[in-house]
């Protein structure tokens, strides 16, 4: 499936593919480092600052990510993969993040920019992440899953295919251009 049929699918069929997807995975493990970037960035401002950020932040992220994981797992088999990773990294943030600053605003969140700046460094990395590991079947949700437990047994392994996926692309690149 093309990423355009897979966005196609997405808006036709919203219900099946995000409401019944939902990722609780993503969600849970997506509000203990992200309600954690923002209780940090808080925390000069008072431990209850701290906790209420914490709070704002795990109480509109739980629901978010969810979708936002559902959308990247429908993703996760489109091609072509640069234009998926596209979605997930630049797209999908973005709605994310203006949600995210607006929240936190209304919360009068101490030193909102420097978490939501902490927060979009964060997308950028996770969300490529959440992709490289749904694309082998982990951290998905659904009939293809596996039980969290397996998907954390084998994160380790992912997160060092994950950070060298990039040196191994050039070499084979520069491998391909010299004819080696």
């Known amino acids: 499936m093309t990423v ?4 196609r699918a997405l808006a036709r069929h919203p219900y099946d593919l995000v409401v019944r997807q939902w990722n609780w995975k993503a969600a849970a493990i997506s509000a203990i480092i992200r309600g954690s970037i923002f209780f940090l960035t808080s925390l000069a401002s008072g431990l209850r600052a701290a906790y209420t950020a914490l709070a704002v932040d795990v109480a509109f992220r739980v629901p978010l990510v969810g979708i936002y994981a559902a959308v990247t797992q429908a993703l996760a088999s489109a091609e072509p993969a640069w234009a ?3 979605v997930v990294i630049l797209v999908v943030p973005a709605v994310s993040h203006t949600l995210e600053f607006v929240v936190h605003s209304a919360a009068g969140t101490p030193a909102v920019q420097a978490g939501v700046l902490a927060s979009i460094a964060f997308s950028a990395l996770s969300g490529a992440f959440d992709l490289f590991a749904m694309r082998r079947g982990v951290l998905r949700v659904g009939a293809d899953a596996r039980s969290l437990t397996s998907d954390l047994r084998r994160l380790p392994r992912l997160v060092a295919d994950f950070v060298l ?7 084979r690149f520069v491998r391909g251009a010299r004819g080696w």
């Open 84 to 86: 998926a990773a596209a």
């Open 4 to 7: 355009g049929e897979c966005l």
């Open 165 to 171: 996926a990039g040196p191994l692309a050039a070499v």
